[in-house]
T-cell receptor, first 113, second 111 residues
Framework: KAGVTQTPRYLIKTRGQQVTLSCSPI?????VSWYQQTPGQGLQFLFE???????NKGNFPGRFSGRQFSNSRSEMNVSTLELGDSALYLC????????????FGSGTRLTVV | QKEVEQNSGPLSVPEGAIASLNCTYS??????FFWYRQYSGKSPELIMS????GDKEDGRFTAQLNKASQYVSLLIRDSQPSDSATYLC???????????FGDGTTLTVKP
C-alpha cells in the first residue's frame, strides 16, 4: 500500500515569491489535511479537504490556500512568501477526517530567504 | 490554557527503564486520542490510538485514558535507544477534520 507522497522534499524561495506544494494521499483516503511545523509553534493546522471541499481552515492569512482534485490529490499554495513561512509543511492522509489518526507524508521543507 | 498540553521535556531515561509521557486536553467532548512519534528530521508516525477509558497495550507501549480527568498518557516499557524521539499527543476536533497537537515531549533513552 503506497504511503503519502509529498513533493518537492525541499524548496528554497525568495521573499515575495509564491510556492505550490503537492500531496497524494493513501489510495482510498478522501481526507487530506495540511499542517505547518516550526520549532517555536509546533504543529499548526492549515486546512482540511474532503472530497474536493475545504471543510475546515486554521488561523492562517489568506496567502495560504489549497485545493483538492477529484483523485484526492491536494495542493497548497503560499503567495507573497515571508521569512516566517519557513517551515516543514506536512500533508496528512486520513480515512475519516482524522478521527482514526493520520498518516503523514515526508513533508516539504520550505526555506524563504 | 492550551487545548492540548504535554509535560515539558526533555525526558531522559536509562535503557530498560519505563518512560512516562503525559498529556492533558481541554475539550471534554473529545472522543479519540493519538500518540505520534517523530524522529529528528522525519515526519510524525502514528503509534497509538485510544478511545475508551482505561489502558490499551501494544507491545512495549501502553496508552492510558482518563476522560474524567481529561488526561491521556503513554508508557514505554523496557525503553530502547531507538525510542529516542519526540512524542506528540493529538486530539481530533469532532467532525472538524482538524487535530490539535501538543508541543511534544522529547525522550532520550541512554544506553
Amino acid at each position: 500500500k503506497a504511503g503519502v507522497t509529498q513533493t518537492p522534499r525541499y524548496l528554497i524561495k525568495t521573499r515575495g515569491q509564491q510556492v505550490t506544494l503537492s500531496c497524494s494521499p493513501i489510495s482510498g483516503h478522501r481526507s487530506v489535511s495540511w499542517y505547518q511545523q516550526t520549532p517555536g509553534q509546533g504543529l499548526q493546522f492549515l486546512f482540511e479537504y474532503f472530497s474536493e471541499t475545504q471543510r475546515n481552515k486554521g488561523n492562517f492569512p489568506g496567502r495560504f490556500s489549497g485545493r483538492q482534485f477529484s483523485n484526492s490529490r491536494s495542493e497548497m499554495n503560499v503567495s507573497t512568501l515571508e521569512l516566517g513561512d519557513s517551515a516543514l509543511y506536512l500533508c496528512a492522509s486520513s480515512g475519516g477526517q482524522g478521527a482514526y489518526g493520520y498518516t503523514f507524508g515526508s513533508g516539504t521543507r520550505l526555506t524563504v530567504v | 490554557q492550551k487545548e492540548v498540553e504535554q509535560n515539558s521535556g526533555p525526558l531522559s531515561v536509562p535503557e530498560g527503564a519505563i518512560a512516562s509521557l503525559n498529556c492533558t486536553y481541554s475539550d471534554r467532548g473529545s472522543q479519540s486520542f493519538f500518540w505520534y512519534r517523530q524522529y529528528s528530521g522525519k515526519s510524525p508516525e502514528l503509534i497509538m490510538s485510544i478511545y475508551s477509558n482505561g489502558d490499551k497495550e501494544d507491545g512495549r507501549f501502553t496508552a492510558q485514558l482518563n476522560k474524567a480527568s481529561q488526561y491521556v498518557s503513554l508508557l514505554i516499557r523496557d525503553s530502547q535507544p531507538s525510542d529516542s524521539a519526540t512524542y506528540l499527543c493529538a486530539v481530533p476536533t469532532t467532525n472538524a477534520g482538524k487535530s490539535t497537537f501538543g508541543d511534544g515531549t522529547t525522550l532520550t533513552v541512554k544506553p
